[in-house]
């Protein structure tokens, strides 16, 4: 209203000078103040200061309720499309794994309270086998999913590797055999990182069924992300098709659809397979191109790849600007630009104290906000793409060290490309970026 008034005053104003100075005659006098009030009506819906950008809105909560995929758009129960702005909490993917709670932060309460004041709205959480056979880390994960209900925050799961091993985090992290399962025809009876195989390909959708059915019905469990990272680089690969037992496509399919049997609200989440020697670093969804995912229920499927710069994992190829534009288009953007299917980039970040990693994620976000020259655009009513920040957190001696200073606040260097993967409503202000 004051806005309104001061212009109003200042229309006012001007006409009075230019009356004042005789150099409009009558008519034209009326013929100007015509149009003069013609644009001071149309002007009511601009900003004040044309030159300036509106200001950034706060991030927001995703919807209440479960959802659903339309086109390219994950979308909540209203239909309108919504933005998965996550972060990483690991630690079930070791022996004896429990959450990985770093920070000045007090029990499970304090750290979901902290996530959520950053502006996250929503947690990816692993879970391996073990974890399924220990009461007490279900309990802790029942503990967790009980405390973002509490605040509103949502949970995708993720299935991380089958052999958990403090004693190697790499294996923890990426398993060494490439596979979701490691005894069994198409494995070597081991998880590629010298422990013996206990998990058949039946014993891991037998899992996930078990898994997905103790969360069915909570609408703050939306999503499973069936299997991290799995890799055609090894010596055992993940093969996109070809009906063998390593058949990542195939297990997809069939897991999924168990999962959907038992827990018809969650989202399935499907990674792209790594391969590091085709430069594939974050996942090739290329092949989605001729072989899709088919589930029996079509609004329930996301596509996943992880990005990292070279100085997480020591990879080739650009890491920002035109070639890496180029390559994210190729092998995962395409499927958001022809409007085939959301994709979520399940896992990001890096200390972010270099200059090479900082450029690597201004040219990311700019990709993901459709800021990118020759990459995504998106219309004024979708969201931008979905991400996950690796890792929450007080983590020191790793990069990333994890998002969270010891006084509790976001790191800097990170909170500055945190800011631009939160959800803000379409529409609202703090979605130009």
């Given amino acids: 209203m004051n806005e309104t008034k001061a212009r109003l005053t200042l229309v006012c104003k001007?006409?009075?000078?230019l009356a004042g100075s005789g150099r409009l005659s009558h008519k034209?006098?009326?013929e100007f103040i015509s149009w003069f009030l013609f644009l001071f009506v149309i002007g009511l819906s601009l900003p004040?200061?044309?030159?300036?950008?509106?200001?950034?809105?706060?991030p927001a909560l995703l919807p209440s309720g479960f959802l659903s995929v339309r086109g390219s758009q994950i979308v909540g129960p209203d239909g309108n499309s919504v933005r998965i702005a996550s972060v990483g909490l690991t630690g079930m993917n070791v022996i004896g794994g429990r959450l990985e709670l770093e920070g000045p932060?007090?029990?499970?309460?304090g750290h979901v309270a902290a996530m959520n004041a950053m502006g996250f709205n929503c947690v990816r959480v692993d879970w391996i086998y073990k974890t399924l056979d220990d009461p007490a880390a279900m309990a802790q994960l029942d503990q967790f999913v009980a405390a973002c209900a509490r605040t509103g925050l949502k949970v995708i799961f993720d299935n991380h590797n089958n052999e958990a091993t403090a004693a190697d985090w790499q294996n923890a992290a990426q398993q060494k055999n490439g596979l979701w399962f490691d005894t069994g025809p198409g494995t070597d009876g081991t998880d590629g990182g010298g422990n013996k195989g206990t998990i058949s390909a039946a014993r891991f959708q037998q899992d996930w069924v078990v898994f997905a059915r103790h969360w069915a019905g909570n609408a703050t469990v939306i999503g499973f992300d069936i299997r991290n990272e799995p890799c055609a680089h090894t010596s055992t690969p993940a093969l996109w098709g070809g009906g063998g037992p390593t058949d990542i496509h195939a297990m997809y399919e069939r897991v999924g659809n168990a999962i959907l049997a038992v827990n018809p609200d969650a989202l399935i989440v499907c990674e792209a397979v790594i391969n590091y020697k085709k430069d594939a670093y974050e996942g090739d969804l290329s092949v989605v191109r001729d072989l899709p995912i088919k589930?029996?229920?079509?609004?329930?499927?996301?596509?996943?790849v992880h990005e990292y710069p070279k100085e997480i994992?020591?990879?080739?190829?650009p890491e920002s600007g035109p070639g890496y534009i180029e390559r994210m288009n190729k092998m995962w953007g395409w499927l958001i630009r022809e409007n085939?299917?959301?994709?979520?980039?399940g896992e990001m970040g890096a200390s972010m104290v270099s200059t090479t990693s900082k450029e690597w994620g201004t040219t990311l976000l700019d990709y993901m906000n459709g800021k990118a020259p020759g990459g995504l655009t998106f219309k004024h009513d979708q969201q931008y793409v979905s991400g996950d920040w690796w890792a929450w957190g007080c983590l020191?001696?790793?990069?990333?060290?994890?998002c969270v200073r010891e006084d509790g606040k976001l790191r800097p260097e990170q909170a500055v490309f945190i800011d631009r993967i939160l959800f803000r409503p379409t529409g609202s202000a703090g979605r130009l970026q």
């Fill in 105 to 109: 932060f007090k029990g499970i309460d």
């Fill in 396 to 402: 020191t001696g790793q990069n990333p060290n994890g």
């Fill in 295 to 304: 589930l029996t229920n079509p609004a329930k499927l996301v596509y996943s």
């Fill in 340 to 345: 085939v299917a959301p994709v979520w980039i």
């Fill in 313 to 317: 994992g020591g990879y080739h190829g």
């Fill in 48 to 58: 004040v200061s044309f030159g300036a950008s509106p200001e950034p809105s706060s």
């Fill in 14 to 17: 001007v006409l009075q000078d």
């Fill in 28 to 30: 034209r006098s009326f």
